[in-house]
């Protein structure tokens, strides 16, 4: 059990692409990384732990909404950003009163992970409903978005 607090993993990073790759990009990335890992490929070194990332990566940036959801969180959007210019918006929370933490179920891919994943498709964490985070209340404005 792990009693240090990770940093987010880069789903992106776990593709091995940018955050700007197209759907298609995403798809053949996907792919490569997922043929690589699996153990017809790699006899006598399977590691599960990494064909899993990379296949709840995959679920989140493969799914619109999900992938947009993490771009924000993750400010890959320069948009995403630009939309708290309020000036009185609460700093800590960007003016949305909520917080957004990764679900430490899922340690934010959304998705459970399993012991056999080439057996079974990944399904959404339970934890977090597929999220990937969790709302809490932003406590330096107590929850208004405002100073
Ligand atoms: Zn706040
Ligand atoms: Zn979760």
């Known amino acids: 059990m792990s009693t240090v607090d990770e940093p987010e993993p880069n789903l992106y990073e776990r593709l091995g692409i940018r955050p700007t790759a197209t759907a298609d990009e995403v798809t053949a990335a996907y792919r490569r990384r997922a043929r690589s890992l699996h153990p017809d490929s790699a006899p006598g070194t399977p590691n599960p732990r990494a064909l899993q990332e990379v296949i709840a990566a995959y679920r989140v940036l493969s799914d619109p909404p999900l992938r947009r959801d993490y771009d924000r969180r993750i400010g890959a959007t320069p948009l995403g ?21 990764p679900c430490r179920r899922c340690a934010g891919a959304g998705a459970l992970l399993t012991d056999s994943p080439w057996l079974q498709a990944p399904r959404p964490c339970p934890g977090c409903a597929g999220r990937g985070y969790q709302d809490t209340g932003c406590g330096a404005c107590a929850a208004t978005g405002r100073r």
């Not at 950003?81 to 933490?101: E, I, K, M």
Request: charged content about 10%; some cysteine; hydrophobic content about 40%.
């Open 81 to 101: 950003r630009a939309g708290f210019s309020h000036p009185r918006a609460c700093l800590v929370c960007a003016g949305a009163g909520q917080l957004q933490t």
